[in-house]
């Protein structure tokens, strides 16, 4: 068992329908190969519906928040929208509007939960808050919001935007402290930072009650991946090389290197690295542009900062009916990751999570589910 230190994650999801069921059944082929726990998938049994305008979740990854009484908060078909949906999947309200107003949200790239149920919404270049009341606060400009940064964002523990970013003057890559006035108020380089990985978009994750952060992927290609641990002030803590088959399948006469890669901290200790790998269609040719793939792999890793084991590793087959993801976590469980899928016979978003099930009595804490 390889033992890794560290921490990553987003989330993934899809899976295909079947019709003669009473509740929507959420089933992607799902491949583990490695780790001290099972990756499970459950489904929920709920859809989230269209609103009283006929709108519907925006699966988008990333674009999804869910707070401490179990609602979601999703983005939807309606530009600059962001509506909110009951434990149950109905639709409860919806706030904003398109435009760049202290009110308003132009396109809303990344929704994630403060504190005191808060939701920070990034939108463009700006950085604004829904209070639970759903009134709409606007917090800031940021122009770095602007780029592919914006996914890897994380909120410090005394609320500021961490970013990882390229330094606007010194023209250097590293991790950004931003303030409430959208102020560069630290930044911590990356000395050795590639820049075309950096350009794409690494992400950060904190470590649960701490400003010491994860970042990563800062390297990867066809066989590893690097991630780092830091502290505040930017000295390298710890460093994980994971080497990874991307693509378990020997029959493919094709190089496996993903297109994007994320990390994501759960709400708990546990990390993962979600990437997205492409493979062309071999009746075309294995070497097609990327407008021709027609299967998209998602393998996913999912890590224990604290111990340094890997929990999980698996890949998921989306199914090409399958369209989009979106990534959170359901409330109560650390390290679920909620997954969902929009199916054109059903008028919502379906709900599912995977879940971490331990193999051994031994892991039961670790992948914090009993088995």
């Known amino acids: 068992?390889?033992?890794?230190?560290?921490?990553?994650?987003?989330?993934?999801?899809?899976?295909?329908?079947?019709?003669?069921?009473?509740?929507?059944?959420?089933?992607?082929?799902?491949?583990?190969?490695?780790?001290?726990?099972?990756?499970?998938?459950?489904?929920?049994?709920?859809?989230?519906?269209?609103?009283?305008?006929?709108?519907?979740?925006?699966?988008?990854?990333?674009?999804?928040?869910?707070?401490?009484?179990?609602?979601?908060?999703?983005?939807?078909?309606?530009?600059?929208?962001?509506?909110?949906?009951?434990?149950?999947?109905?639709?409860?309200?919806?706030?904003?509007?398109?435009?760049?107003?202290?009110?308003?949200?132009?396109?809303?790239?990344?929704?994630?939960?403060?504190?005191?149920?808060?939701?920070?919404?990034?939108?463009?270049?700006?950085?604004?808050?829904?209070?639970?009341?759903?009134?709409?606060?606007?917090?800031?400009?940021?122009?770095?919001?602007?780029?592919?940064?914006?996914?890897g964002s994380e909120i410090s523990v005394d609320g500021r935007l961490m970013l990882p970013m390229l330094h606007p003057e010194q023209g250097v890559y590293g991790v950004g402290i931003i303030d409430r006035e959208g102020e560069l108020a630290h930044f911590v380089e990356a000395p050795d930072a590639d820049p075309m990985i950096w350009e794409m978009g690494v992400g950060i994750a904190r470590i649960e009650g701490s400003n010491e952060f994860w970042v990563g992927p800062t390297q990867h290609d066809q066989d590893h991946y690097v991630l780092e641990r830091w502290s505040p002030e930017g000295e390298r803590l710890e460093r994980i090389e994971r080497r990874i088959d991307w693509i378990p399948d020997e029959a493919l006469p094709i190089p496996r290197q993903p297109v994007s890669m994320w990390l994501h901290r759960h709400p708990g200790s546990a990390i993962s690295v979600s990437a997205m790998v492409p493979i062309p269609s071999l009746d075309q040719g294995a070497f097609e542009n990327m407008p021709s793939m027609t299967r998209t792999f998602h393998r996913l890793e999912v890590l224990d900062p604290g111990s340094g084991e890997l929990l999980v590793s698996a890949w998921v087959d989306l199914h090409p009916e399958a369209v989009g993801t979106v990534g959170t976590r359901l409330r109560g469980t650390a390290k679920s990751l909620l997954g969902t899928r929009r199916d054109d016979g059903v008028e919502g978003l379906e709900v599912g999570r995977f879940e971490l099930h331990p193999r051994t009595p031994e892991a039961a804490e670790l992948c914090g589910v009993s088995s």
Not at 43 to 49: A, H, K, S
């Open 1 to 151: 068992m390889p033992r890794l230190g560290a921490a990553l994650a987003l989330v993934l999801s899809l899976l295909a329908c079947d019709p003669d069921a009473s509740q929507p059944a959420i089933q992607p082929d799902l491949v583990e190969t490695d780790g001290l726990c099972r990756l499970v998938f459950e489904p929920t049994g709920l859809t989230l519906e269209s609103d009283l305008e006929g709108s519907i979740p925006d699966p988008v990854a990333n674009a999804a928040a869910l707070d401490g009484e179990g609602r979601f908060y999703t983005r939807t078909s309606a530009p600059g929208v962001v509506a909110r949906w009951t434990p149950e999947g109905e639709f409860d309200a919806a706030v904003g509007a398109p435009g760049e107003g202290p009110q308003e949200f132009d396109p809303i790239v990344r929704m994630y939960l403060g504190a005191g149920d808060t939701i920070h919404v990034l939108h463009r270049a700006r950085w604004s808050m829904i209070a639970p009341d759903l009134s709409v606060h606007f917090v800031a400009r940021v122009d770095a919001l602007a780029g592919p940064a914006v996914q």
